[in-house]
């Protein structure tokens, strides 16, 4: 402590030079930030867009499950959070609504949507 204290007296009363320590301590505040700005920030936007995107599926929309397994909705269980998704002549499969990879809408809301995809 005293060896502070003569350096400010002896300085004229500048302003101490600062530990190592904080410096180190700005470089880890520095680096939080910029790992929240690249990684944790784009992450949560794209998790909130594919959580939208899975609301709403409805019936008669085509899919494509993260396994490549193509097809149409059935029916929606929002209770269970599943999709019946006909694969097939006469097979329905039922999948977890968090499966699906995209949604290709049927009718109006295909061409709606196109224009919107196409501007962003």
């Given amino acids: 402590m005293t060896q502070w204290v003569e350096m400010i007296l002896a300085a004229g009363g ?6 190592p320590m904080t410096q180190f301590i700005w470089l880890f505040v520095l680096i939080g ?3 929240y700005f ?13 959580e939208k995107m899975l609301s709403t599926v409805e019936k008669g929309d085509r899919i494509v499950t993260i396994g490549g397994i193509h097809g149409t909705v059935a029916g929606v269980d929002t209770t269970n959070k599943t999709v019946s998704v006909n694969v097939g ?8 609504r968090n499966a699906i990879a995209t949604i290709e809408r049927k009718g109006k809301k295909a061409a709606e ?5 196409k501007e962003a």
């Fill in 14 to 19: 500048e302003k101490p030079p600062e530990a």
């Fill in 33 to 35: 930030l910029a790992f």
């Fill in 38 to 50: 690249i990684i944790f920030r784009p992450q949560r936007r794209e998790q909130a867009e594919k």
């Fill in 89 to 96: 002549k006469g097979v329905v499969i039922e999948f977890s």
């Fill in 113 to 117: 949507e196109a224009p919107k995809e």
